[in-house]
């Protein structure tokens, strides 16, 4: 099941009867725009949470943390 080539060819005749040839244009040109800015938001989306949550921090003792603590 899944749209076949008769059917795209179906819908593309009603977006044209719809909406006409000059506009068509304009509309693919927003829903171009559209579609990159979606996937340019999950891009920056995992980089955030990339970024936010270190796998494993590293923190070397520095002089100023004073020698380390004996149990």
Do not use: C
Not at 26 to 35: L, Q, S, T
Not at 46 to 66: L, T, W
């Amino acid at each position: 099941m899944g749209i076949g080539f008769r059917e795209l060819l179906v819908i593309l005749a009603i977006v044209i009867f719809v909406w006409g040839t000059k506009r068509l244009p304009n509309i693919m040109e927003d829903v171009a725009k559209g579609i990159k800015s979606f996937k340019q938001g999950l891009r920056d989306d995992d980089g955030a949470s990339a970024q936010s949550s270190p796998e494993k921090p590293n923190k070397q003792p520095s002089s100023q943390d004073g020698p380390p603590s004996s149990l």
